[in-house]
């Protein structure tokens, strides 16, 4: 039974800096995951951040271009997300999410598609 297990919620303030994680908890070294961050706020539709395959990033939305970095360790289904510059737009619940590879695709990077297993969520709060 694989669970997402992300880090705790966050807050900084604007120009700052934080870093998200993710574990999937329960996968095996053998198994094959994409696996990305999604952010939602309330009113909004849920946005697909940034999603890594087999350790390289595949997808960054453009708004985090330059700005977030995603990593990836692939033997231990381990995701990071360091973000970078924030700014109150910034502030949202950010989901961490994992499908097989076999699956994955930059529309469900991008939040277009449904599917995945999913995080609880990680408040960030930029102020």
């Known amino acids: 039974h694989v669970q997402l297990v992300e880090s705790g919620d966050a807050s900084v303030q604007a120009g700052g800096s934080l870093r998200l994680s993710c574990v999937a908890s329960?996968?095996?070294?053998?198994?094959?995951?994409?696996m990305g961050w999604f952010r939602q706020v309330p009113g909004k539709q849920r946005e697909g951040v940034a999603t890594?395959?087999?350790?390289?990033?595949?997808y960054y939305a453009d708004f985090v271009r330059g700005r977030f970095l995603i990593s990836h360790d692939h033997p231990k289904n381990t995701i990071f997300l360091q973000m970078n510059r924030l700014t109150p737009e910034d502030s949202a619940m950010y989901y961490c999410?994992?499908?097989?590879?076999?699956?994955?695709?930059?529309?469900?990077?991008?939040?277009?598609?449904?599917?995945?297993?999913w995080g609880q969520g990680t408040q960030v709060t930029v102020s």
């Open positions: 999410a994992a499908i097989p590879t076999t699956e994955c695709s930059e529309n469900w990077a991008a939040g277009r598609l449904a599917g995945g297993l």
């Open positions: 890594a395959a087999l350790g390289v990033p595949m």
């Open positions: 329960g996968a095996t070294p053998s198994s094959h995951y994409c």
